[in-house]
């Protein structure tokens, strides 16, 4: 079994895990009903039995739109016009119930929001949830994220800084919300300086936010990716090099913050003209990449063959799921991994077993062949979907 470096594996009380899992008219699951220990979670069947479903459906027990990002509306079963997810989570706090979902009433008025419960009392939105519950994701859906849109990799990203600054989602909203009635204003002609100015002063404010955010989430993960690297010479899961680039990024690395601020608003006040045109903003972390290089190969990951860029990602999404853990005394974030074996073969596989039990998640994961799990003999429980989704 892999050691794991500067931290203790989670013990059981300190763990976050699923213990009840209960939908309600989710996906294609009308109603669904199980429960679990704190070993990982192994499910299986065929093709269009619901086991994405099921793990989109823990992801919804932490704050967001969960890994597929579906409009809520869109997530009740066919025929239904609301749908429910119901868990007893353990936290390092504490067993806890979790509830959400979307009621008949908000699909019926168009709200969008979904509603939260925490042992049984309403809460005002999902962000309070991650002062319960983290998690990791990795889906095929992010197979290209080194070969794709520089957007996926800042969600892929701020997806990350979420799980240590709850606050930073607070902070993006405001900058996007400010960046969006700019470009309207100026779509529209409006040549007021002072509408305009006080806008981009809340760009500036809360894009360096942004920007800082990123660089010290990016430092500490290669911080924890050169500890992985030094402890395991000959990993299956290669080290990954990385690098922001941005203007912001770059200007927070030699100037204070506030000096980049000011600089930042006095660009977008030097621009809009040219951002007129446009139809958008065309500076600020809203354009900023996060690059990724193979370390042992000293190569672009965009360059890497299919194989190498699943390996690469694997070992990132461990490397932050072990940063996670040493930060949080030892409870490891819930890891979802769909149809993670997919481009692994048997020896990385049984690799990536090892460090899933190493750093102490329940991960869930999900795969047609339960035969590529065999790896994990006892270490893992298992729940196998039939056609129709149901237990079997």
């Known amino acids: 079994m892999a050691e794991v470096s500067g931290m ?30 704190a070993r990982p979670v192994v499910l299986t069947g065929p093709n269009g039995a619901g086991k994405t479903n099921l793990i989109e459906a823990i992801s919804l027990l932490a704050p967001g739109q969960g890994l597929r990002r579906a409009p809520y509306p869109e997530i009740a079963r066919r025929g239904a016009d609301a749908w429910a997810v119901a868990a007893r989570v353990h936290t390092p706090i504490g067993p806890v119930d979790i509830g959400t979902g979307l009621t008949g009433a ?19 939105g999902s962000g309070i949830l991650a002062e319960y519950v983290e998690m990791v994701w990795l889906t095929p859906a992010m197979d290209g994220l080194f070969t794709g849109a520089g957007g996926d990799r800042r969600r892929f990203l701020d997806r990350m800084i979420l799980c240590f600054d709850p606050g930073y989602r607070t902070r993006v909203n405001h900058f996007e919300r400010a960046m969006a009635q700019r470009n309207r204003l100026l779509e529209e002609g409006v040549r007021d300086n002072a509408r305009l100015e006080g806008l ?21 993960l290669a911080t924890m990716i050169e500890a ?49 045109a446009a139809g958008r903003a065309l500076d600020g972390p809203h354009r900023s990449d996060l690059v990724v290089g193979h370390g042992p190969k000293d190569a672009p990951a965009r360059q890497c063959s299919t194989g ?85």
Do not use: C
């Open 200 to 220: 981009e002063i809340v760009m500036a404010e809360t894009g360096v936010a942004m920007a800082a955010a990123r660089a010290q989430t990016v430092a500490a």
């Open 106 to 124: 908000s699909t019926a008025s168009n709200r969008a929001g979904r509603t939260v419960r925490i042992d049984g009392e309403a809460q005002s």
């Open 8 to 37: 203790v594996a989670a013990s059981a009380g300190a763990r976050v895990w699923v213990e009840r899992l209960t939908l309600t008219d989710f996906r294609n699951h009308a109603r669904l009903s199980h429960t679990f220990d």
């Open 308 to 392: 190498e860029q699943k390996a690469l990602l694997v070992g990132l999404i461990l490397a932050h799921a072990e940063l996670m853990a040493e930060r949080r005394r030892g409870a490891a974030p819930i890891l979802l991994l769909d149809e993670i074996a997919a481009h692994l073969d048997a020896a990385r596989r049984a690799a990536l077993f090892d460090e899933i039990i190493a750093i102490g998640t329940q991960a869930w994961m999900t795969g047609t062949d339960l035969e590529a799990f065999s790896a994990l003999g006892e270490r893992a429980q298992r729940l196998t979907l039939g056609e129709y989704g149901t237990p079997q």
């Open 228 to 276: 992985r690297r030094d402890r395991t010479t000959a990993s299956a899961f290669p080290w990954a090099k990385l690098e922001l680039e941005g203007e912001l990024e770059a200007a927070l690395a030699v100037r204070a913050a506030v000096e980049v601020e000011d600089a930042y608003a006095r660009t977008l006040a030097s621009v809009r003209e040219r951002d007129r």
